[in-house]
């Protein structure tokens, strides 16, 4: 038996604490999963033991023997082989260019092209892939892709497999598929730890489990068959209470937004609701449930393929986001570091950038008036900087944001569109932003709020909608409900309230 050991790993990041003194061990023979609320630090494991990240502090061992690596493929090629949600293969090459890829038979100063064929077909053999090795990867569905990924992740005989929401993306019947294929796998002595959102997995596929909660290791369920679901959850969120909002929100009945059956194929489906004057909306969902996807089309960055918007009576014959920017809606990005803002230039150019047409005279820019409305956000958004003409490359991460919410609410918009608006900033920035969130309601702007932290949705939003699989499946106040509940809801199962 093999025996994977993290010790007292510490991981911090600017304002957060990633890992927390994290202590567990992981053996081979069974399947591990670990699990966690969003931002637990699951990923950040992954990342640890995989070489992609170094600890703060604190080290990791592969029986008894510290791990260290110079790079990820120095890891890769030590043993530890990572599969994450995102595939990383290439999609103009073929299944065994990518299963071989710098690790390919030579021939001399050529590649065996013959040799490496027979040797991907092997692999997929082997582990019963039916996927023929000379296929174009482009030409695969996502869950042959999925299966291609594993087969690679194998084909370097790894000690330790470590799968991050491998299934997020698949459906039930190719789940049962790699299952199967885990199943297999166990019986190799390879150490297998197993992330997933979907609770009701963990009782199929995995022998034990580790529970992370805000960094800190909170402890393992030793047998999963002799664990209640009551007590996971439980081990998952513990006594979190939701802070209280303050409860003079804008509550109308006028509708500003209202989306009717808007579809994008193979992303989103059917989709309608309304918000109100005011509202704020959440828009919960796990990784890949068409989310941002859907934000993206509302705004008009995508096309939809039918469907229909309408922004205050008047409808949206065809959606670009400058169109929908003169019809009063503004969206801050996922990613800001690269759609939000412009990195080299200064706070005043990047609070200016969205209303642009309207700080210009006819020919000039008014300084006068681009200077003032900088300062106004600067103010209103308590933006920390030395001035107005500091880069915004230096600034923290949450003062990035509200540079980003800053240049949109100099549009005076009507209808904020807000994706993961707290990503990698503080708790601290993180409450700042639910303030001017709520400020916007009191003064009837309404807001849409994506985020993949369910706790920060019943935060800050007075209604939340469950998104699954590009659908709408459901819609919840959220004063009625508790974290644990909205979460399984997430995941598919139902709820009493
Ligand atoms: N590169 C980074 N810079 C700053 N903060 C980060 C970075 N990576 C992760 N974090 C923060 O560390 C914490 C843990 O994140 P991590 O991605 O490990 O969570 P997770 O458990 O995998 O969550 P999820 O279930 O949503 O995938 C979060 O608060 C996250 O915002
Ligand atoms: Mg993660």
Same mark, same amino acid.
């Given at each position: 038996?093999?025996? !994977?050991?993290i010790?007292k790993?510490n991981k911090?990041?600017p304002?957060t604490?990633?890992?927390?003194?994290?202590c567990?061990?992981?053996?081979?023979?069974k399947?591990?999963a670990?699990v966690?609320?969003?931002?637990?630090?699951k990923?950040?494991?992954?990342?640890?033991?995989?070489? @992609?990240?170094?600890p703060s502090?604190?080290?990791?061992?592969?029986n008894e023997k510290?791990l260290?690596?110079?790079?990820?493929?120095?890891?890769?090629?030590?043993? *530890?082989a990572t599969v994450?949600q995102?595939l990383?293969l290439?999609?103009?090459? @073929?299944?065994a260019?990518?299963?071989r890829?710098?690790?390919?038979?030579?021939? &001399?100063k050529?590649i065996?092209?013959k040799?490496t064929?027979?040797?991907?077909?092997?692999i997929l053999?082997s582990?019963? *892939?039916?996927?023929?090795?000379?296929a174009?990867v482009?030409s695969?569905?996502?869950?042959q892709?999925?299966m291609v990924e594993i087969?690679?992740?194998?084909?370097?005989e790894?000690k330790?497999?470590l799968l991050?929401?491998?299934?997020?993306?698949l459906?039930?019947?190719e789940?049962q *598929?790699l299952f199967?294929?885990?199943q297999?796998?166990?019986?190799? /002595?390879?150490?297998i730890?197993y992330i997933s959102?979907? !609770?009701?997995?963990?009782w199929e596929?995995? /022998?034990?489990?580790?529970?992370l909660r805000?960094?800190?290791?909170?402890?393992?369920i030793?047998?999963m068959?002799a664990?209640a679901?009551?007590e996971l !959850?439980h081990m998952?969120?513990g006594?979190?209470?939701?802070?209280?909002?303050p409860?003079d929100?804008m509550a +109308?009945d006028e509708?500003? !937004?209202k989306v009717?059956k808007l @579809?994008?194929?193979d992303t989103f489906? /059917?989709v +309608?609701?309304?918000?109100?004057k005011?509202e704020v909306?959440g828009?919960?969902?796990?990784?890949?449930?068409?989310?941002t996807e859907l934000l993206r089309?509302?705004f008009?960055?995508d096309?939809?393929?039918?469907?229909?918007?309408t922004v205050?009576?008047?409808?949206?014959?065809k959606a670009?986001?400058?169109?929908?920017?003169n019809?009063?809606?503004?969206?801050?990005?996922?990613?800001?570091?690269f759609?939000?803002?412009?990195?080299?230039?200064s706070?005043?150019n990047?609070?200016?950038?969205?209303s642009l047409?309207?700080l210009?005279?006819r020919?000039?820019m008014?300084r006068?008036?681009e200077e003032?409305a900088?300062a106004k956000q600067?103010?209103?958004?308590q933006?920390?900087a030395s001035g107005?003409?500091?880069?915004?490359? +230096?600034l923290?991460?949450g003062?990035?944001?509200?540079?980003?919410v800053?240049?949109w609410?100099?549009?005076?918009?009507?209808?904020?569109l807000f994706?993961e608006p707290s990503?990698?900033i /503080?708790?601290n920035?993180?409450?700042?932003i639910f303030?001017?969130?709520w400020?916007?309601?009191?003064k009837g702007?309404?807001?849409?709020?994506?985020?993949?932290e369910l706790?920060e949705?019943?935060?800050v939003?007075q209604?939340i909608?469950?998104?699954?699989g590009?659908?709408?499946?459901g819609?919840?106040?959220?004063?009625q409900?508790?974290i644990?509940?909205?979460?399984?809801t997430?995941m598919g &199962?139902?709820?009493e309230?």
């Amino acid at each position: 038996m093999s025996v !994977l050991k993290i010790e007292k790993v510490n991981k911090a990041f600017p304002g957060t604490l990633a890992l927390n003194q994290v202590c567990c061990q992981f053996e081979s023979g069974k399947v591990n999963a670990l699990v966690g609320k969003n931002g637990s630090g699951k990923s950040t494991l992954v990342k640890i033991i995989n070489g @992609t990240q170094k600890p703060s502090e604190g080290r990791v061992l592969f029986n008894e023997k510290e791990l260290t690596f110079s790079s990820p493929a120095d890891a890769q090629s030590q043993g *530890i082989a990572t599969v994450y949600q995102e595939l990383s293969l290439i999609p103009g090459l @073929t299944v065994a260019e990518n299963i071989r890829m710098g690790r390919f038979k030579m021939k &001399g100063k050529l590649i065996d092209w013959k040799q490496t064929y027979a040797e991907a077909q092997e692999i997929l053999s082997s582990m019963g *892939i039916t996927v023929n090795p000379r296929a174009q990867v482009s030409s695969l569905s996502m869950w042959q892709c999925q299966m291609v990924e594993i087969a690679k992740a194998m084909s370097s005989e790894p000690k330790v497999l470590l799968l991050d929401e491998p299934t997020s993306s698949l459906a039930q019947h190719e789940t049962q *598929i790699l299952f199967e294929l885990i199943q297999e796998l166990k019986k190799r /002595d390879v150490i297998i730890v197993y992330i997933s959102h979907r !609770l009701q997995e963990l009782w199929e596929i995995c /022998d034990t489990c580790h529970v992370l909660r805000d960094g800190n290791y909170i402890g393992a369920i030793p047998d999963m068959k002799a664990a209640a679901h009551e007590e996971l !959850l439980h081990m998952m969120f513990g006594d979190t209470k939701v802070k209280k909002k303050p409860n003079d929100l804008m509550a +109308s009945d006028e509708v500003v !937004l209202k989306v009717e059956k808007l @579809t994008r194929k193979d992303t989103f489906q /059917d989709v +309608s609701f309304e918000l109100k004057k005011g509202e704020v909306l959440g828009i919960a969902g796990m990784l890949g449930s068409g989310r941002t996807e859907l934000l993206r089309a509302i705004f008009g960055s995508d096309m939809v393929d039918s469907g229909v918007v309408t922004v205050e009576g008047k409808q949206v014959a065809k959606a670009s986001p400058e169109i929908m920017k003169n019809m009063g809606l503004a969206m801050t990005p996922e990613d800001r570091k690269f759609e939000g803002l412009n990195q080299v230039q200064s706070i005043q150019n990047n609070l200016c950038v969205a209303s642009l047409k309207k700080l210009s005279g006819r020919f000039f820019m008014k300084r006068g008036k681009e200077e003032a409305a900088a300062a106004k956000q600067m103010e209103e958004l308590q933006i920390k900087a030395s001035g107005p003409e500091q880069s915004v490359m +230096s600034l923290s991460g949450g003062n990035q944001q509200k540079v980003i919410v800053g240049n949109w609410l100099n549009t005076d918009p009507k209808i904020m569109l807000f994706d993961e608006p707290s990503r990698g900033i /503080d708790v601290n920035a993180k409450q700042q932003i639910f303030e001017i969130i709520w400020k916007l309601s009191k003064k009837g702007v309404s807001s849409i709020v994506v985020s993949s932290e369910l706790e920060e949705l019943l935060e800050v939003c007075q209604r939340i909608l469950i998104m699954r699989g590009g659908r709408i499946t459901g819609e919840i106040m959220a004063d009625q409900i508790q974290i644990s509940q909205l979460y399984t809801t997430c995941m598919g &199962g139902t709820i009493e309230v």
